[in-house]
Structure formats: C-alpha cells, structure tokens
C-alpha cells in the first residue's frame, strides 16, 4: 500500500522531505511573545504578588510560556495566595489520539502553583518548581474554556507547597496537582 507524496519542505512546518497527501495541508500557528527582560528590574523592586498583578493587569508583559499555552485568549488574575489563569487549548496541543496532551495540562497546572507561591514571595526572591504530581481525571479536548486555579497549602522561607486543579466552564475537575517550589533566596 503506498500513499501519494507531496513535497512540504518548508521552514514553517518544520518538516522536511515529502509528506504523504492524505495529511492534507498543513497547519501552522504564530507564537508571538515580548522581550522577558524587561520585567528583570521590576521583579527586584515588586513583591511577587505585585509582579503578577501587573502582569494580570497588562502593565507589564507575562512570561513567553504563557503565549505558548494559550496566546491571547489567556486571562490571569493574581491574588495573595491564589492564582487562576483561563484559556482555551487549541488543536496544536493534541497527543496523538486527539486529545489535549499531558504535558500541556502539566504545565498548566505547575505555572499556577508555582505563580500562587511567587504571591508569597517578596521583591528580588526567586523560586523554582522541583516537584509536582498530577492525576488526569478525564480527557481535554480542544476549543474546552478551561480554567487552571492554583492556591498555597504551606508558604514557606526555603520551601514551600502548593496544589492546583484544572475546571471546564461548568466547573467539572479535569486534573489536579501538588507541586513543591524551592525557594532561592
């Protein structure tokens, strides 16, 4: 059994040589972000929960990981020891069997937990996830208005803990987290 070949050596879709036709035409997404060093000042003279609340407020850009898990449908808030960040995934994060992958989900769910420990933190104290588990629930699926809430169990000076769920609209649980953050400062 053979498939008819097309040639899609292209930059834009990263594939090289020639494609099978029954794929259909590619498709392609732009990832735009902003320049991450300009919040390295402001991330030394804000306390953590301010640094987000700008950036919930889009005073100052958010991260380039934030462009990537949802673009610009994405919607933070930032409060003392809680964040929630809204998106919708789209078909370019599908696994193989057509459903949101894991890993996106994961990153999701570490970026809220973590964000929810950086609103405990003060000006200048950095952080970093070194551990985070997840249980998926049910399946994603593209195009789902999903909300990823992460809250602080325990705040701490060189530790700290957190957990996480991700809700569709309806507020149906799809995933939870526990997450534990270092902190470097």
Not at 19 to 28: D, K, L, M, Q
Not at 117 to 128: C, D, F, Q
Request: hydrophobic share 40%.
């Amino acid at each position: 059994m053979s498939a008819e070949l097309s040639d899609t050596s292209d930059e834009a879709t990263g594939i090289t040589g020639s494609a099978p036709a029954t794929w259909g035409e590619p498709r392609s997404k732009t990832v735009t972000w902003y320049d991450p060093r300009q919040y390295r000042t402001p991330a030394q003279e804000m306390s953590g929960l301010e640094l987000l609340q700008a950036m919930a407020a889009g005073e100052l850009p958010p991260p380039p990981i934030m462009f990537l898990l949802g673009g610009g449908a994405l919607e933070m808030t930032a409060e003392p020891q809680h964040v929630s960040i809204r998106t919708t995934p789209d078909e370019s994060v599908y696994n193989p069997i057509g459903m949101v992958h894991g890993g996106y989900i994961t990153t999701l769910l570490d970026t809220v937990a973590a964000c929810a420990i950086h609103t405990t933190l003060p000006a200048g104290v950095p952080y970093t996830s070194v551990e985070i588990k997840v249980n998926f629930l049910r399946a994603v699926q593209g195009g789902m208005d999903l909300t990823a809430h992460g809250w602080v169990t325990k705040p701490g000076r060189k530790v700290a803990f957190a957990e996480a769920d991700l809700r569709d609209a309806a507020g149906v649980v799809y995933a939870t987290a526990s997450t534990t953050c270092v902190i470097l400062g």
